[in-house]
């Protein structure tokens, strides 16, 4: 073979744990460093045999030192993961092959595992805490009445009040798992030292009656305010019924976890401001699921170039009617972003830069150590708007 030799990968169809794992064929110029050809020949064996963790160690350090062609480490790794059921790092991995294959047959398999990888991490979920729509109907029809009598449910941090006995155990029990995802998101993991109180009220017109603070088109509010003795009272206030009359499924799931992140970050702050965009992502990031349908109009707006351009989003600081629904995708898709590249010690870290008085695109470059550069933001721009086009592709290719 003169200048150029095959290195048969081959389509290796090896049954992993239930998963199948695709290697296509690649032609490797002499010119590539022999490591790259040997070392996917080692983590592929390694994988074969069982050694996870040998296998998942070649491959990162294929890719880390980096080639032409070491990309395709990043399946071995996301086999790897897959199999161990680290279903978000497995779903990432597969999307980072995703980002430079181009052969067909590989994409439509690496979308189904994508699938999969989806499907399993709602499972967890689910089994994590009872998930509000996976509440059996009896149960639901119980929580959509409420009485005359206020009850109330402690847990280590919440002191919930409602109208319906069942639903105050319910919402303490969410709460608690709301907050711990939350102090993971901000606090890098510490134990958050304050209790909350909860008031859940019967119906949007009770809401509105006994709550000062509140927006317009919310099902809930949080506030932070001192009584006569200068303690700090931190409450959060919602809503039971949906305009139908019925328990509102969103509130566990979405309005009780958003506002109590706004409660949390608007403490962890202070008086130091903070661009809308990143409060509202933030407040999304920690509910229950992660809301896809804003992922996919976030993209797509981006890809028919109609979306809030990056300069223009950190600088809005009240709600528009005209792009609300645009600004909170946007929003969303920005912090998720930074949220699934940075590590958590950085994540967190660019929040302190913040509160210390830095702009997003500065309090990144720190949070990173990297030297200022004026373009930092329009290359950022330019990253986040690449990877939201991306997701919103692959959520595409998911639906259908």
């Known amino acids: 073979m003169a200048d150029r030799r095959t290195f048969l990968l081959a389509i290796i169809l090896t049954v992993v744990g239930g998963i199948t794992a695709v290697i296509a064929t690649t032609v490797y110029d002499n010119s590539v460093d022999r490591w790259i050809t040997e070392g996917i020949q080692q983590a592929l064996d390694a994988l074969r ?26 399946l071995i790794v996301a086999c790897v993961q897959h199999r161990s059921q680290r279903y978000e790092q497995a779903s990432e991995s597969y999307r980072r092959f995703l980002a430079y294959c181009r052969n067909p047959v590989e994409r439509k398999y690496v979308v189904e595992q994508i699938r999969k990888c989806h499907q399993s991490i ?12 996976k509440i059996p109907p009896e149960r639901l029809k119980k929580l959509s009445l409420f009485t005359g009598r206020q009850y109330t449910e402690s847990s280590e941090h919440f002191v919930v009040r409602a109208y ?30 304050h209790s909350v109180d909860v008031y859940i009220w019967p119906t949007i017109t009770d809401y509105r009656t006994r709550v000062a603070r509140q927006v317009e088109f919310s099902q809930g509010s949080f506030s932070l305010t001192k009584n006569e003795t200068g303690k700090t009272i931190r409450r959060i206030d919602l809503v039971q019924l ?5 328990f509102d499924l969103a509130l566990l799931e979405k309005v009780l976890p958003h506002e109590l992140c ?8 202070g008086d130091a401001p903070c ?12 509910q229950a699921r992660v809301d896809e349908s804003r ?27 005209d792009y609300r629904s645009l600004f909170y995708a946007e929003s969303f898709s920005l912090v998720e972003y930074l949220h699934r590249n940075l590590s958590p010690k ?23 150590y990297v030297p200022p550069d004026e373009n930092f933001l329009k290359l950022l721009s330019i990253a986040w708007q690449n990877d939201a086009i991306k997701q919103w592709q692959i959520l595409k290719a998911l639906d259908g």
């Open 275 to 286: 661009p809308l965009a990143i409060n509202e992502g933030l407040a999304m990031l920690a």
């Open 49 to 74: 045999s069982g050694d996870d963790q040998t296998a998942e160690q070649i491959a990162k350090n294929v890719i880390r030192i980096g080639g032409v062609d070491s990309w395709r480490a990043w």
């Open 164 to 193: 319906n006995p069942d639903l105050a155990k319910l919402t303490a029990k969410h709460a608690e798992a709301a907050l711990d995802r939350i102090c993971k998101i901000i606090l890098l993991g510490q134990d958050y030292p």
């Open 262 to 269: 706004h409660l949390v970050f608007s403490e962890f702050l």
């Open 295 to 321: 992922l996919r109009l976030a993209g797509a707006a981006i890809a028919a170039g109609k979306a809030i351009p990056l300069e223009d989003l950190l600088t809005i600081r009240r709600y528009q009617q």
């Open 242 to 246: 949906n305009s139908e009359g019925r």
């Open 122 to 133: 709602r499972k967890l979920k689910q089994g994590e805490i009872s998930i509000s729509d």
């Open 346 to 368: 950085q994540f967190h870290e660019v929040l302190v830069n913040i509160k210390e008085g830095c702009c997003l695109a500065e309090a990144i470059q720190r949070a990173l």
